[in-house]
């Protein structure tokens, strides 16, 4: 199985901030993975598919690039929206897999 | 409106059964393949089961292998998952998801205590 290691586990940031989370796989997934932003309560909302391909109506402070087995999800000025937690999700195989997400709090 | 609902979560025994199910509207429901993600309190996301767009092809996380099983029912726009051998592990919310994950239900709350 591929396992997904997501860094850091916790984030301290203020607004304005430039954020940046790592998830690696344990093998190549070329680009199918998936970022997704997920608040308290709530359903996750997928922001990133292939990597780098930016959802309808996410804001273009949200990006992704990376293939292979490095992947990054950056946040360029953080908004008071963007405190929430965030999942990389590989989907190279038909059994899927999660990072173990990314809390962003305030600083 | 596109949208899934879940429902036929609450509390059930250990070594019970609950079968889920996801109602899809607003899309063509058949053209999809269709999955269950789970969320323990307080933990993070993790994949349970995937369909294809014809029921054809099942696919699950090993945890749930032999206990669980994923269908569908396309002429109704539906998506169920069959939970048997319940245990305290499986407490979560359940989610099912469209394709990779562009579109989520609500969820639904499971929770197997005795």
């Known amino acids: 199985d591929i396992q997904m290691t997501q860094s850091p586990s916790t984030l301290s940031a203020s607004v304005g901030d430039r954020v940046t989370i790592t998830c690696r796989a344990s093998?190549?997934?070329?680009?199918?993975l998936a970022w997704y932003q997920q608040k308290p309560g709530k359903a996750p909302n997928l922001l990133i598919s292939?990597?780098?391909t930016l959802e309808s109506g996410v804001p273009s402070r949200f990006s992704g690039s990376g293939s292979g087995t490095e992947f990054t999800l950056t946040i360029s000025g953080l908004q008071p929206d963007d405190f929430a937690t965030y999942y990389c999700q590989q989907y190279n195989s038909y059994s899927w897999t999660f990072g173990q997400g990314t809390k962003v709090e305030i600083k | 409106e596109v949208q899934l609902v879940e429902s036929g979560g609450g509390l059930v025994q250990p070594g019970g059964s609950l079968r889920l199910s996801c109602a899809a509207s607003?899309?063509?429901?058949?053209?999809?393949?269709m999955s269950w993600v789970r969320q323990a309190p307080g933990k993070g996301l993790e994949w349970v089961a995937n369909i294809k767009k014809d029921g054809s092809e099942k696919y699950y996380v090993d945890s749930v292998k032999g206990r669980f099983t994923v269908s569908r029912d396309n002429a109704k726009n539906s998506l169920h998952l069959q939970m048997n051998s319940l245990r305290a592990e499986d407490t979560a919310e359940y989610y099912c998801?469209?394709?990779?994950?562009?579109?989520w239900g609500q969820g639904i709350l499971v929770v197997v205590s005795s």
């Open positions: 998801a469209r394709d990779i994950g562009d579109l």
């Open positions: 292939k990597a780098s």
């Open positions: 093998q190549s997934i070329s680009d199918w």
């Open positions: 607003g899309f063509t429901f058949s053209t999809y393949w």
